[in-house]
């Protein structure tokens, strides 16, 4: 299992000056020479996760880049393969474009689109993202989607491609039109006992190579679990609320948030790690959230585990 790390989205210049887009090259930066293969930015209201990681991914070579994830409906599926593979252009190809259909109270009651049939959404939304993200023409007429058009972007293709998928339908979609899926609020045991079965199954049917599975949770190294798990409840609150994300955290058994963020000393964290691999995840981004000692902590025991 390959170790990533989140990259916060900044709200303004930081206590040392930083703007927004240099706290992100300096913590690419960071994560890069701490040997973290990978980086993964969220897309919520902040800033625009593709222009973030051109403009400061540009400046940190050598790490992969990450969307996680970019929501499908406020953009036409042709002008996020434009900008997805200007994005690889300017990174010498090193783009993961994660995307996701978001939530019904972001894309119906804010954004003003029909939230009515997301996977008929998503099903034409990556049979034309797809080919476009390989270098091909994309040639669909659908019933919320159509699209024929060829892009002459001289970027790396493919670019590789990851939709955020957690009922059985989304997850075929993953398997057969993606290169995998990529996870948030999902423990282990959900993990093992439906998304991986899910998501490989429908990969075989398909005769697409085996997907990954990128998982991404809150983490904190600490000697006060209590108290770290009082933080991740109150700072993960609204994703115990969101339908999609409730359903997995009940399949979990878990009352919320908190309770599948890893959190613990270094040996209870590194078998919760291990519990996550065993269970199926190729990739795990760590959503730091820890503070002071406990960061240090965190980051500690994460690199440590590169080196394993």
């Known amino acids: ?9 900044p709200s303004g ?15 690419l930066r960071r ?14 209201f902040g800033l625009d996760a593709l222009t973030a990681l051109a403009v400061a991914g540009s400046q940190v070579p050598g790490i992969e880049l990450g969307t996680a994830v970019v929501p499908t409906y406020p953009r036409h599926p042709a002008a996020l393969a434009q900008q997805a593979l200007t994005v690889a252009a300017a990174t010498d190809g090193r783009l993961t474009l994660g995307v996701g259909t978001s939530h019904e109270i972001v894309i119906r009651d804010m954004f ?32 919320q989607l159509s699209a ?6 001289p970027a790396p293709t493919p670019v590789p491609l990851l939709l955020a998928a957690l009922g059985p339908r989304m997850l075929r979609l993953a398997a057969e039109y993606a290169d995998g899926t990529v996870l948030w609020m999902t423990g282990p045991a ?14 075989e049917a398909a005769g697409r190579p085996s997907p990954k599975v990128v998982c991404i949770l809150p983490i904190c190294v600490t000697s006060d679990p209590d108290a770290a798990r009082a933080v991740a409840a109150k700072v993960f609150a609204i994703y115990g609320q969101l339908p999609s994300y409730r359903a997995m955290l009940d399949r979990e058994g878990a009352a919320g948030p908190a309770d599948v963020a890893l959190v613990g000393d270094e040996a209870a964290v590194e078998a919760q790690l291990a519990d996550l691999a065993d269970a199926g995840v190729t990739d795990f981004v760590a959503g730091e959230f820890g503070r002071g000692e406990d960061a240090v902590r965190t980051r500690r025991l994460l690199t440590s585990l590169l080196e394993t």
């Open 1 to 9: 299992m390959r170790i990533g790390v989140s990259v916060p989205d």
């Open 13 to 27: 210049p930081d206590p040392q000056g930083r703007p927004p887009l240099g706290q992100v090259r300096d913590t």
């Open 31 to 44: 994560a890069a020479d701490d040997g973290f293969p990978s980086a993964w930015m969220n897309n919520i």
């Open 112 to 143: 003003g689109y029909d939230f009515s049939k997301p996977v008929e959404h998503t099903r034409e939304y990556l049979s034309i993202l797809r080919p476009l993200l390989h270098g091909e023409a994309a040639k669909v007429h659908g019933n």
């Open 148 to 153: 024929d058009i060829t892009l002459a972007i």
């Open 190 to 203: 959900t993990v093992r006992s439906h998304i991986v079965p899910t998501i490989t199954a429908a990969a």
